[in-house]
Each structure stands twice: as C-alpha cells, then as structure tokens.
C-alpha cells in the first residue's frame, strides 16, 4: 500500500489504474523537442531559485530534467542561499543548458557556477553565456576539463530533415576529419617550435629511429615504438633547449603521442594496419597537405570564440577558469583580443593548457593597452611558455627602462591624455549585480607615470609605469630555463611572479642547496678544528624603494616564487 501510495506520488496519471513512473534522464531523451525551450518564457513565475524554477520549468515544457541540475529528493534547508552550482563528471544536454540560460538571470543567490569533465560543446557554452547577462549575480566561472571539438556544418543541418543515414554519416565523417586536422596543426606547431623547422624535426627523428636486431632502422613503427621515439627525441632537445627532461614540460604525455598515432593510422590519413611510417607522417604534416590557416581564419575560430566570449568587453564575470580544456596559440590569440575591452575581470586562470610564447602575444598587450586594468590575476601554470613568453608579459606590467627623449615623448602624452581620461572615467558610474553588489572594476582613474631615476654612478635614467595594479603572474611548471633573463626582468616587475617547478626554479634551489652543503662543510671544518663556525650572514629583505613624501606607492621588482 505504502509503495502504491508513493508511485502515484510519482505520477498522479495512470493508465488502466497502474501507476506510472516519472521517467529518469537519459542522454538523448528530450531529443524529439522540436524547440524545447522558448527564447522567451511567457506566463512563468520563477521562485528565484536555480534548482526550483529548473524542475518547474521542464513541468512546463514537458522536459525531463536533469538529475544533477534539478532539487535534490529530500527537502534541504538553505537551498535557496546555494551560491554554487557545481556539476561534475556527467553528460549534459542542450536541453539543459537552454533552461540554464532562462534561469541564471533570475537565480540571485548564485555566485559560482563549476562544469568539470562535463563534455560542454561550443552550443552549450555559448547558451551558458547568454544566461550570464548584466543583471546576474554570477562572479566566478570554471569550465574545467572541456576539451572542445569541431562541430557539424550547421548550415548544412537546417535541412536535417530531408538528409538520409548516408548523408549524416558523410556530415559526420566530415566533421571528425576537420577535427582530426585541427590536432595535427597543433602537433605540427609543436615541433616546428621545438625544433625549428619540420625538416630538422624529422632529421632527428630519423637519427633516432630505432633498429632492428640486423641493424637496420625499422620503417614502420609500432605504437610502443613510436611512444618511446618521441619520448627520446623530445627529452634530448627539451634538455639541449630549455634543461627540460620531460615531454610532459611541454605538455606532451604518453596518451597524447598515442592518440597521434590513432590519428594518422585511422580513418582518414592512415591504413588501419597499427603501423606508422615516419616518411608518412611527415608527407602529412606537409603544409601543402594541411594547409596552414589564414589570419582571417584563425581569428573566426569557433572553438577559440566560445572560450574568448567569457572574457570580452560585455562580460561581468570576475574570476573565470579554463583548466584543462586544451587551449593552444589559436585560443589564447583570441582570449587576449577579448581582453582588451573588459572591464571586469579579476582573476582568469588557463592552467594546464598548451599556450606558447606566441600564444600570450595578445594577451600582454591586453595586459598593456586595456586602460581598464581590471585583471589582478593571471595564472598560465604548466603551460609552454618559455622566457621568451616570460619577457613578453612581463613587459607589460610595471616599469619599462626608458631614454630622455622617449620620456619627454611619452609624458607630452599623458599630459595630453589626462582630462579626457578622467572626464570619460569620471561619466562611467560603478556597475552593480541585482543584488546591488558593486562589479569589480578599477576603482581610480589610471593614469601612466614617468619618472627619473639616478644610477649608482649618478647618471639619470626614467621609468615608465603603467599597469601597476597587476599583482600575481603564475608561470609555474613552464620551460623557461634562462636565469639572466629572469634576473634582468626582476627590477622592473609588479607584485608577485610565480616560477615554481620551471628548470630556471631547479637552477635556483640547487645554487641554494650547493651553498648550504659548503657552509656546512665550513662549520664542520672549523668545529673539528676547535675553531668557532664562521657567523652566517644575515639576508636582509627586500625593502621598497623610498618613494618622494605625498608621491603614490610604485612596484618595486618581482617577488619571485621559486618553491
């Protein structure tokens, strides 16, 4: 009785008197919707929270919502104060995500939305983004885990209806072929940069190549052979190149080199016979077989664009990451186009990512040219970038060393600049959520300054600053080896720079550890000789420039993380 009384509490219908179930979501079940959620939801009183209006809505529109985005079973106290919405290792449909986008706005008790390993495709994100609108109260994003692919010709599907099987499965061959490509550019950008050019890529792949028992180079590699041929070749010239002495430093693992090998053995390069020859590869490499996108191209990018639009001029979001989602040189050119207009971001973390020196170009001179000077944060952890990628960044914030003429040039300028600047800064009022909280934004009017300098020797230099209000640069785990140049870009730096993990760090913390062990062979000398132990000298901490009584507080070097 009590388990009748529960399946109707179910599903009050029923059909020959039995009861009916609720159906559970599956991947794929509201597929046959037409148009499931309307752009604008007519005669619909949202409660104001997430997972509430979420289950009222698919009640609306005859949807079967999603286990993880609707009301838990038991009731839960406080649900309506949730400021996270966090989802985890599950499928999603865009289903779901079009009743996200129709709820976020309304949802004033969110704060932080979270998809980790959750398979987002450029249409989702795109419907996450849209719900992201002005009045929302979301500040933090992560998207972690998302690696995106290309998706079909959408032009070619508004007559989806009228294609057969055969056509759909050529749409979809296709698609997985242009995928497949985008791949190999990525890996071709990888060792052209490693080693130069592809030539010299492949000749010492090929010095490489392993032998059979006769002697003789084996033509045709194995998977296993082609993993431990990479392996070898990328540890030597990771080690001549940046005193690397993994392919993970590059962020190249096992599984990658294997997938490769998938790729150009599979469907649409290889023969299927899991063998690969190295002459192959690199006929397939060849720019007149995959031909290398035009500016115009990469710039349209619909992957890059999908990541890009989280961070542009109309965005309000705070602090977004994209951990894990496999964003290259073509991703962060677009993310730091972004940047340049955005008013509002605080913190935008990239962390395990395969940006490049070249990558970052955009997004220094975001970090240069965006007058809005919102971002305090910028995290490129285990990436690969090198010290030419530091010196560009680092270029952007602080100081730059500059002559008299260059000086009197620029302060000509920012004199010039002042009253329009402030008059512009002065007519934008501070941006509120609708829970009146102010958005994060720069709170004065920044102005750049030139200032002079005198040298040990009493020659004058000056100083230019700009982004000043830039605090944290996290670069650990990258490939950047070259200990003059971080010493040489000390001075001029802003708040914190984070190299934990790079081969300059391991420099460093062997010189640390190779005088701890003489100062302790000297202390041990001198007490097996009776003598007292020399007195260790004191390190004295950097202290912050002087600067003149009423004048503001400016950056005075990089502190620098090597632990």
Sequence with gaps: MAQSQALEELNPDKENDIPQPKQIWIYGINDHLEQPVPDKVQGFDATGVFRTDFAALCEKYGIIPHTTLGPPRKAVEGMDQEKLLSVSSVLLDRVSMQ??????????????IRFTSCKLDIDMLSLLRAGIADTCTIQTLQVEWNPLEVQLDMAQLKSISELSHEDLDELERD????????????FRELITDTWGTLDAAFEALEAARPVSRGGAAIEELTVAQWNDLFRGAFSQILHQKYACSTMEQLQLATTDSTELF?????????????????????DQLDPEKLPVLTEEQEAADPIAAAFAQFVNGTSVLE????????????????????????????????????????????????????LNYALRYLGLGRNRVTQEGLKTLCKAVGATRVDSEKAKELQKGIDADKPKKLKAFQATPPKKDANGRERHQLKECHFDEVVEKVEEDGEPYW????????????LEQNPISDLEVVEE???????????????????????????????????????????????????????????????????????????
Excluded at 175 to 186: N, Q, S, V
């Design 262 to 282: 998938d790729l150009l053995d599979g469907l649409h390069f290889g023969e299927g016979n899991g063998k690969l020859s190295l002459r192959k590869v690199k």
């Design 175 to 186: 698609r997985d072929k242009k995928d497949a490509e985008r791949k190999l550019r990525m």
């Design 463 to 474: 100083l230019w600053y700009r982004n000043v209000e830039f605090h944290t640069l996290n």
């Design 99 to 112: 009743l996200a986008k129709q709820l976020i706005p309304t949802s004033l008790h969110l704060e932080t």
């Design 319 to 370: 602090n977004v990451s994209f951990r894990y989602c496999d964003l290259g040189r073509i991703e962060g050119r677009q993310i730091g186009e972004a940047l340049k207009t955005n008013m509002h971001l605080k913190a935008l973390n990239l962390y395990g990512n395969r940006i490049c020196d070249q990558g970052v170009q955009t997004i220094a001179e975001a970090l240069e040219t965006n």
């Design 489 to 563: 870009l000390r001075p001029y730096g802003v708040g914190v720079l984070i190299l934990t993990g790079t081969p300059v760090a391991k420099k460093v913390l062997e010189e640390e550890e190779r005088k701890m062990k003489e100062a302790g062979k000297e202390a041990a000398a001198a007490e097996a000789s009776g003598k007292p132990p020399p007195i260790a000298e004191e390190k004295e901490e950097e202290k912050p420039a002087e600067e003149e009584p009423g004048e503001p507080q400016r950056p005075n070097a990089w502190k620098i993380h090597y632990h």
